[in-house]
């Protein structure tokens, strides 16, 4: 007789997201009228560039023609087209030298997050910190794995740093962080290095968001760190950078100095990828080798500042409505205090003006009383939010 | 210190087809002017269709502007357009129905066979068919399972039955087979149907190449057979059927009565999928829904007409030159004895007259001895292979 994966019962029922757009539907049935502004999910709203529209159109018409058709790509998992570009991204941004085989290219980073913790045994212990992007807490209860929270509060700025006798082997760390838009220092990220170093942990790295960061002196890559190769690995995505969460392209950089326990992370990385994955569409690629052109870096340097500005829009509200937050000016996300349970003000936002954000609890049980709300709206329903939250909260 | 899934040194250092990979690249490398006609790895070569191009286009431009741009997919693990898209053409080929709440749409059957073995406990016993294709077995080996392989071989036609005494919990068929291109009948299929219901066991059924069979009488799916939607999951994919290996697009199906060990598979599926994966790409889901159109299944009907006709040049060759073969008349892979060693024959073949084509013994070790070709390539270099082929071996 069959028997199912019991870590399975241990997830909550519903993915978060699943929640909102629950509560959302049937409040929309109610109100049909009502015009509801989504500063929920993080989703962007403006298109594709023109340039990467182009790349598109361009590897659609090849993959139409015989001579210029491509099927299986090949198993290094990404062109060498894209990984090329990636390397040059790296360079100039980070001043981090990239071999093209640290980079495998993917659908996505939430696939990769969820998926390299396979790579490990579960008799590891995993260190997370409270709030979190959920996906790294589900991929480790899936697998029965034993899981130590560690705590990002108002007094931390949602930063937590490695502190005396906390023990653990995988470290998951996400900066510009999802869901509470703070950013590592390079001096805090290198605690964080030493911390695994000395224990011989790994980090799993999230940089969805470094795009955002504005700030020269943050780092946008853990890799900026001394020594950060032997240890950690680092998930980024184009999702965020140049819009592509409808798209689906990410990467992930597994650097050929990390072995961990007498093995290279690199070769089990592509022996997974190889065995349970068939690498991104031909077209994606060509779409994601435009997003790293000087045209590409150009139109998505302009979106992004569109969303910064929307960002400060929402800091500048909270700022004169004393309300308590954080991020906004290196990343997409305004992470503020409630004064009240999250699920109770996110019915009010729903209610009362019609704003759909994310209550922080369902990031973490230190996520209770926050709230996030994200600048990928259009400027229009971003200022016309905020109207209504003044005059809500005035 | 952190400790590395070790079920991961007990699979075989390479992927097969990177073997494949690596012999060519030294042959040609060594003589640059040898004309090469690949027969080996299952990949097309014909473009893809006017239709589906002519949706990627319409939907890169769609990406391109706000007001039809595209962000996230819904949760529902695919487009409503596309999933009942899917529903017809189960209905019209199979007379099955499916409620688009039991369709999961994906980057490839690879992907989604790989990781649906991460549902089950390790405690299962897993049957898989030896011949076989590779990933059944090395994703249930990277969770340390215990597998019994069941022979196929010339006796069976490589298909293997459920024999008196055998035992297990969940069993990977795949028909029209890769790689041997033997089909099961619906009779055939009816006993691993009633096996799995007698044991409450699970069929994961791989039916990527359904669009190959030209046999009425034989299943194109396994809900062809009755109380099937009760013990089986179905895996199918673009990539044979309408050219997509570099485009990516699979599908599986989870009925909504399958309930083993108390839980629904589908909503098991449903969490593992909005977890770990992010859906498949806007503009890739367009290209699929033009694939299940009138003039989309017209296109593919000559694609696969004509890989068919290449497949009949192949068998007849074979059958002159007296060689026992199966495939070929409802598959796209045509599998041969090769009267010697399987890396030997290839090596021969790639030596003598350069063809490359797959090594039985890399499917497992009831494919020793067995050789596998694909009718993938053109139509001339079909017919120049046989012509070499038959020299070879007059």
């Known amino acids: 007789m069959v028997r199912v994966n019991t870590n399975y019962k241990n997830l909550k029922q519903n993915y978060l997201f699943a929640n909102i757009a629950k509560k959302l539907s049937d409040y929309t049935a109610a109100h049909p009228t009502a015009k509801i502004i989504k500063m929920g999910i993080g989703d962007v709203t403006q298109p594709l560039s023109i340039p990467v529209v182009e790349a598109l159109v361009k590897a659609s018409f090849e993959m139409g023609v015989k001579e210029t058709f491509r099927g299986y790509a090949p198993d290094e998992q990404g062109y060498s087209f894209l990984k090329l570009s990636i390397a040059d991204y790296y360079k100039n941004n980070s001043n981090v030298d990239l071999d093209e085989r640290e980079i495998f290219v993917s659908d996505g980073a939430k696939s990769d ?3 390299f913790t396979d790579l490990f045994s579960n008799d590891n212990t995993i260190i997370i910190p409270d709030p979190v992007y959920p996906v790294y807490l589900d991929s480790n209860i899936m697998l029965g794995r034993k899981i130590i929270l560690i705590n990002g509060n108002d007094a931390n700025g949602f930063l937590p740093l490695p502190t005396e006798g906390l023990q653990g082997d995988i470290i998951y760390l996400c900066s510009p962080n999802n869901p509470t838009g703070a950013v590592y220092t390079k001096d805090q990220l290198k605690q964080w290095v030493d911390f695994a170093i000395d224990r011989n942990a790994v980090i799993l790295f999230d940089a969805a968001y470094e795009a955002f960061i504005s700030d020269s002196d943050l780092p946008r890559s853990i890799y900026e760190i001394p020594d950060a ?8 995505s184009l999702s965020k950078t140049a ?3 409808g798209t689906r392209c990410g990467y992930t950089i597994v650097p050929e100095e990390l072995i961990v326990d007498g093995e290279s992370l690199n070769n089990m990385w592509m022996r997974r990828q190889t065995t349970k994955f068939n690498g991104t569409a ?18 998505c340097k302009t979106i992004i500042d569109y969303y910064r500005g929307n ?3 929402m800091t500048d509200t909270m700022s ?14 305004v992470w503020m205090k409630c004064g009240m349970d999250s699920w109770e003000y996110f019915d009010t936002l729903l209610n009362d003006i019609n704003i759909v954000g994310t209550p922080g609890s369902g990031f973490g049980r230190c996520g209770a009383g926050y709230f996030r709300l994200t600048a990928f709206n259009t400027r229009e329903n971003t200022i016309e939010a905020m109207e209504r939250f003044s005059k809500l909260f005035k």
Chains 1, 2 share one sequence.
């Open 243 to 245: 819009g592509f969460t």
């Open 320 to 333: 004169k409505l004393s309300i308590w937050h954080t991020g906004g000016l290196n990343s997409p996300y």
């Open 113 to 115: 997050v969820a998926n």
């Open 282 to 299: 031909y077209i994606i690629q060509r779409a994601a080798e435009a997003v790293f052109s000087k045209e590409g870096l150009e139109s």
């Open 229 to 236: 190769k032997r240890c950690a690995v680092e998930f980024c």
């Open 311 to 313: 960002a400060k829009i």
